[in-house]
């Protein structure tokens, strides 16, 4: 059974920092390239940022280029993402996902399970 556990939100000042991470069980994490989502309220789930099963290839969305950084550490079965320079329109929740394919344009509907996500508020 696929499990997927993301943590490390919170309530943030406007021009902080959070760092989630996101822990899997259920597949071999190595083999899965991996993604951020996030879901704001009313909002539908959109892309933030994804890597290689290596670690040796990222992508952004526009929003998140030069502020998110997306890793993963294969020895622990984790990936994170380091967020700076929040921003009020960064609230929402936060998912973490594997897939098999590195997708040219990652969607939500590409995935068939989530987690509980993590909350991240972003104050003004």
């Known amino acids: 059974q696929v499990q997927l556990m993301e943590s490390g939100g919170g309530l943030v000042q406007a021009g902080g920092s959070l760092r989630l991470s996101c822990t899997v069980s259920g597949y071999t994490f190595s083999s899965r390239h991996m993604y951020w989502f996030r879901q704001a309220p009313g909002k539908e789930r959109e892309f933030v940022a994804q890597i290689l099963t290596t670690g040796g290839d990222t992508k952004y969305a526009d929003f998140a280029k030069g502020r998110f950084t997306i890793s993963r550490d294969n020895t622990m079965n984790m990936v994170y993402l380091q967020m700076n320079g929040l921003k009020p329109d960064d609230t929402a929740v936060y998912y973490c996902?594997?897939?098999?394919?590195?997708?040219?344009?990652?969607?939500?509907?590409?995935?068939?399970?989530w987690g509980q996500g993590t909350q991240v508020t972003v104050s003004s």
């Open positions: 996902n594997g897939h098999t394919l590195y997708l040219a344009t990652p969607q939500s509907a590409d995935f068939r399970f």
